[in-house]
Protein backbone atom coordinates (compact mmCIF):
# COMPACT_ATOMS: atom_id res chain seq x y z
CA UNK A 1 0.00 0.00 0.00
CA UNK A 2 1.32 3.58 -1.27
CA UNK A 3 2.13 5.47 2.48
CA UNK A 4 0.88 8.53 3.09
CA UNK A 5 3.91 11.70 1.96
CA UNK A 6 3.97 12.87 5.64
CA UNK A 7 6.30 15.64 7.56
CA UNK A 8 6.63 17.15 10.79
CA UNK A 9 8.09 20.65 11.33
CA UNK A 10 8.38 22.37 14.22
CA UNK A 11 8.22 25.84 14.63
CA UNK A 12 11.20 27.57 12.75
CA UNK A 13 11.92 30.99 11.45
CA UNK A 14 8.40 32.05 9.89
CA UNK A 15 8.19 31.18 6.10
CA UNK A 16 7.82 33.78 3.76
CA UNK A 17 4.25 34.81 3.21
CA UNK A 18 2.36 37.76 1.47
CA UNK A 19 -1.22 38.61 2.52
CA UNK A 20 -3.65 39.11 0.20
CA UNK A 21 -6.79 39.42 3.22
CA UNK A 22 -7.77 38.85 6.40
CA UNK A 23 -6.54 35.19 5.83
CA UNK A 24 -3.96 35.34 8.70
CA UNK A 25 -6.05 37.06 11.57
CA UNK A 26 -9.09 34.80 10.39
CA UNK A 27 -6.55 31.91 10.68
CA UNK A 28 -5.49 33.00 14.01
CA UNK A 29 -9.17 33.22 15.32
CA UNK A 30 -10.14 29.68 14.38
CA UNK A 31 -7.12 28.63 16.07
CA UNK A 32 -7.62 29.95 19.38
CA UNK A 33 -11.54 29.25 19.36
CA UNK A 34 -10.53 25.79 18.19
CA UNK A 35 -12.55 25.83 14.92
CA UNK A 36 -11.14 24.02 11.69
CA UNK A 37 -10.39 25.61 8.72
CA UNK A 38 -11.16 24.05 5.21
CA UNK A 39 -8.64 25.95 2.43
CA UNK A 40 -9.57 26.13 -1.21
CA UNK A 41 -8.02 27.18 -4.02
CA UNK A 42 -6.12 26.41 -7.42
CA UNK A 43 -2.70 24.83 -7.15
CA UNK A 44 0.36 26.40 -6.49
CA UNK A 45 -1.44 29.42 -4.93
CA UNK A 46 0.59 29.45 -1.61
CA UNK A 47 -2.52 27.31 0.59
CA UNK A 48 0.57 25.59 1.89
CA UNK A 49 3.07 28.43 2.27
CA UNK A 50 0.01 29.69 4.52
CA UNK A 51 -0.65 26.83 6.37
CA UNK A 52 3.49 27.00 6.99
CA UNK A 53 3.76 30.33 8.02
CA UNK A 54 0.80 30.15 10.28
CA UNK A 55 2.23 27.37 12.12
CA UNK A 56 5.42 29.05 12.70
CA UNK A 57 3.41 32.51 13.49
CA UNK A 58 1.25 30.85 16.47
CA UNK A 59 4.61 29.05 17.52
CA UNK A 60 2.65 25.31 16.71
CA UNK A 61 4.23 22.06 15.02
CA UNK A 62 2.75 21.39 11.74
CA UNK A 63 1.66 17.61 10.78
CA UNK A 64 1.31 17.86 6.91
CA UNK A 65 -0.19 14.69 5.14
CA UNK A 66 -0.06 14.40 1.01
CA UNK A 67 -3.34 12.69 0.49
CA UNK A 68 -3.49 10.51 -2.08
CA UNK A 69 -6.22 7.67 -3.77
CA UNK A 70 -4.65 4.96 -1.37
CA UNK A 71 -4.45 6.92 1.61
CA UNK A 72 -6.84 5.05 4.06
CA UNK A 73 -8.32 5.97 7.75
CA UNK A 74 -5.39 3.72 9.00
CA UNK A 75 -3.14 5.76 7.29
CA UNK A 76 -4.00 8.68 9.71
CA UNK A 77 -4.70 7.11 13.23
CA UNK A 78 -2.25 4.51 13.46
CA UNK A 79 -2.27 0.21 13.00
CA UNK A 80 -0.83 -2.00 14.70
CA UNK A 81 2.77 -3.33 13.16
CA UNK A 82 5.33 -6.06 14.29
CA UNK A 83 8.28 -4.98 16.03
CA UNK A 84 10.61 -7.54 16.98
CA UNK A 85 8.66 -10.17 17.34
CA UNK A 86 5.95 -7.85 19.25
CA UNK A 87 2.61 -6.59 18.14
CA UNK A 88 3.23 -2.68 18.50
CA UNK A 89 0.36 0.02 18.44
CA UNK A 90 1.86 2.73 16.34
CA UNK A 91 0.59 6.29 15.77
CA UNK A 92 -0.37 7.95 12.72
CA UNK A 93 0.01 11.70 12.01
CA UNK A 94 -3.50 12.79 12.86
CA UNK A 95 -3.32 10.85 16.05
CA UNK A 96 -0.08 12.33 17.01
CA UNK A 97 -1.33 15.53 16.53
CA UNK A 98 -4.00 15.04 18.36
CA UNK A 99 -1.65 14.00 21.34
CA UNK A 100 0.89 16.42 21.34
CA UNK A 101 -1.17 19.14 19.88
CA UNK A 102 -0.39 21.45 16.93
CA UNK A 103 -1.86 21.64 13.28
CA UNK A 104 -2.78 18.39 11.40
CA UNK A 105 -2.65 19.80 7.42
CA UNK A 106 -4.85 17.39 5.34
CA UNK A 107 -3.07 18.63 1.72
CA UNK A 108 -5.63 17.96 -1.46
CA UNK A 109 -7.93 15.99 1.15
CA UNK A 110 -10.55 15.07 -1.75
CA UNK A 111 -7.64 12.44 -2.65
CA UNK A 112 -8.11 10.59 0.11
CA UNK A 113 -11.02 7.75 0.22
CA UNK A 114 -13.48 8.21 1.61
CA UNK A 115 -13.45 7.05 4.93
CA UNK A 116 -11.06 9.48 5.77
CA UNK A 117 -13.78 12.15 6.16
CA UNK A 118 -15.73 9.44 8.29
CA UNK A 119 -12.69 10.13 11.08
CA UNK A 120 -12.39 13.56 10.67
CA UNK A 121 -15.93 14.59 11.75
CA UNK A 122 -15.99 13.61 15.58
CA UNK A 123 -12.87 16.53 15.54
CA UNK A 124 -14.78 18.87 13.50
CA UNK A 125 -17.82 19.70 16.21
CA UNK A 126 -17.85 20.52 20.05
CA UNK A 127 -16.55 16.90 20.80
CA UNK A 128 -13.56 17.36 19.65
CA UNK A 129 -12.41 13.93 19.78
CA UNK A 130 -10.99 10.92 18.43
CA UNK A 131 -12.11 7.38 18.75
CA UNK A 132 -9.37 4.65 18.14
CA UNK A 133 -11.21 1.55 17.97
CA UNK A 134 -8.02 -0.58 17.76
CA UNK A 135 -6.80 0.41 21.19
CA UNK A 136 -10.32 1.38 23.17
CA UNK A 137 -8.87 5.39 23.42
CA UNK A 138 -11.18 8.26 22.58
CA UNK A 139 -8.87 11.07 22.66
CA UNK A 140 -9.76 14.59 23.72
CA UNK A 141 -8.33 16.85 21.60
CA UNK A 142 -5.75 19.63 23.82
CA UNK A 143 -7.05 23.37 22.96
CA UNK A 144 -3.23 23.87 21.10
CA UNK A 145 -4.57 20.91 17.93
CA UNK A 146 -6.43 22.57 15.25
CA UNK A 147 -7.30 20.94 11.99
CA UNK A 148 -6.80 22.13 8.41
CA UNK A 149 -7.95 20.87 5.45
CA UNK A 150 -7.49 21.82 1.62
CA UNK A 151 -8.62 21.06 -1.73
CA UNK A 152 -8.34 22.49 -5.06
CA UNK A 153 -12.26 23.17 -6.71
CA UNK A 154 -10.89 23.15 -10.09
CA UNK A 155 -10.39 19.17 -9.43
CA UNK A 156 -13.62 18.12 -8.41
CA UNK A 157 -15.45 15.25 -9.72
CA UNK A 158 -18.75 13.70 -8.74
CA UNK A 159 -16.38 11.12 -7.40
CA UNK A 160 -13.83 13.24 -5.93
CA UNK A 161 -15.63 16.29 -3.92
CA UNK A 162 -16.21 17.09 -0.51
CA UNK A 163 -19.66 16.36 1.05
CA UNK A 164 -22.10 19.36 2.45
CA UNK A 165 -21.93 17.71 5.66
CA UNK A 166 -18.21 17.74 5.72
CA UNK A 167 -17.70 21.45 4.28
CA UNK A 168 -20.09 23.21 6.70
CA UNK A 169 -17.52 21.63 9.79
CA UNK A 170 -15.56 24.40 8.63
CA UNK A 171 -14.62 27.71 8.72
CA UNK A 172 -13.55 27.62 4.90
CA UNK A 173 -10.89 30.16 3.27
CA UNK A 174 -11.00 30.90 -0.25
CA UNK A 175 -7.57 31.38 -2.12
CA UNK A 176 -6.43 32.64 -5.40
CA UNK A 177 -3.68 34.54 -6.85
CA UNK A 178 -1.99 37.60 -5.62
CA UNK A 179 -2.66 40.90 -7.79
CA UNK A 180 0.16 41.38 -10.32
CA UNK A 181 2.34 43.20 -8.11
CA UNK A 182 2.04 41.34 -4.82
CA UNK A 183 2.85 38.85 -6.95
CA UNK A 184 5.99 40.43 -8.67
CA UNK A 185 7.18 41.27 -5.26
CA UNK A 186 6.47 37.22 -4.18
CA UNK A 187 8.30 35.96 -7.15
CA UNK A 188 11.11 38.11 -7.14
CA UNK A 189 12.02 37.31 -3.21
CA UNK A 190 11.60 33.91 -4.25
CA UNK A 191 13.78 33.81 -7.54
CA UNK A 192 16.42 36.50 -6.82
CA UNK A 193 15.26 37.80 -9.98
CA UNK A 194 14.55 40.93 -10.20
CA UNK A 195 11.61 42.89 -10.18
CA UNK A 196 11.54 44.43 -13.84
CA UNK A 197 12.44 41.37 -15.04
CA UNK A 198 9.35 39.04 -13.67
CA UNK A 199 6.87 41.61 -14.68
CA UNK A 200 6.43 39.74 -17.84
CA UNK A 201 6.56 36.86 -16.55
CA UNK A 202 3.37 37.38 -14.34
CA UNK A 203 1.66 39.61 -17.02
CA UNK A 204 2.41 36.16 -18.75
CA UNK A 205 0.63 34.48 -16.20
CA UNK A 206 -2.08 36.52 -16.10
CA UNK A 207 -2.80 35.92 -20.00
CA UNK A 208 -2.23 31.96 -19.65
CA UNK A 209 -4.66 32.03 -16.66
CA UNK A 210 -7.37 33.38 -18.83
CA UNK A 211 -7.49 30.45 -21.01
CA UNK A 212 -7.88 28.01 -17.99
CA UNK A 213 -11.47 25.86 -19.23
CA UNK A 214 -10.34 26.70 -22.52
CA UNK A 215 -6.97 25.15 -24.27
CA UNK A 216 -6.05 24.51 -20.68
CA UNK A 217 -7.14 22.29 -17.37
CA UNK A 218 -5.87 24.55 -15.18
CA UNK A 219 -3.52 28.09 -15.28
CA UNK A 220 0.09 28.78 -14.18
CA UNK A 221 0.51 28.36 -10.31
CA UNK A 222 2.67 30.99 -8.43
CA UNK A 223 5.04 28.18 -8.39
CA UNK A 224 5.67 27.75 -11.84
CA UNK A 225 6.34 31.08 -12.30
CA UNK A 226 8.88 31.12 -9.31
CA UNK A 227 10.72 28.25 -11.25
CA UNK A 228 10.73 30.00 -14.50
CA UNK A 229 12.32 33.38 -13.02
CA UNK A 230 14.58 30.86 -11.18
CA UNK A 231 16.07 29.46 -14.29
CA UNK A 232 16.57 33.00 -15.60
CA UNK A 233 18.06 34.26 -12.73
CA UNK A 234 20.23 31.27 -13.26
CA UNK A 235 21.49 32.29 -17.11
CA UNK A 236 19.02 29.86 -18.91
CA UNK A 237 17.15 31.99 -22.10
CA UNK A 238 14.13 33.83 -20.97
CA UNK A 239 12.13 31.15 -23.95
CA UNK A 240 13.96 28.39 -22.74
CA UNK A 241 13.09 29.20 -19.15
CA UNK A 242 9.37 30.19 -20.19
CA UNK A 243 8.85 26.77 -22.01
CA UNK A 244 10.35 24.94 -19.21
CA UNK A 245 9.06 26.62 -16.18
CA UNK A 246 5.08 27.83 -17.44
CA UNK A 247 4.69 25.70 -20.69
CA UNK A 248 6.10 22.15 -20.53
CA UNK A 249 3.94 21.68 -16.97
CA UNK A 250 0.59 23.02 -18.24
CA UNK A 251 0.08 20.96 -21.52
CA UNK A 252 1.16 17.54 -23.73
CA UNK A 253 -0.21 18.99 -27.07
CA UNK A 254 1.84 19.99 -29.59
CA UNK A 255 -0.27 22.60 -30.91
CA UNK A 256 -1.71 24.10 -27.66
CA UNK A 257 2.20 24.52 -26.76
CA UNK A 258 2.53 26.41 -30.31
CA UNK A 259 0.05 29.06 -29.56
CA UNK A 260 1.20 29.36 -25.84
CA UNK A 261 5.04 29.95 -27.11
CA UNK A 262 3.14 32.67 -29.54
CA UNK A 263 1.65 34.19 -26.23
CA UNK A 264 4.75 34.39 -24.55
CA UNK A 265 6.65 35.44 -27.49
CA UNK A 266 3.96 38.54 -27.88
CA UNK A 267 4.41 39.53 -23.46
CA UNK A 268 7.73 39.01 -22.63
CA UNK A 269 9.46 38.73 -25.82
Known amino acids: MKAALHTVTSAPALPAYVASGNECALFEHAWRNQLPVLLKGPTGCGKTRFVAHMAAHLGLPLHTVACHDDLTAADLTGRYLLRGGDTVWTDGPLTRAVREGGICYLDEVVEARKDVTVVLHPLTDDRRILPLE ?136
Not at 150 to 157: D, H, I, K, M
Not at 208 to 237: F, M, N, Q, W
Request: with cysteine; glycine share 8%; hydrophobic share 45%.
Open 134 to 269: RTGEELVAPKSFMLVVSYNPGYQTLLKALKPSTRQRFVAVEFGFLPPEQEIVVVSAESGLAPERVRPLVGLAGRLRALKGHDLEEGVSTRLVVYCATLIAAGTPTTDAVLAGMIEPLTDDTDVKAALLDVARAVVG
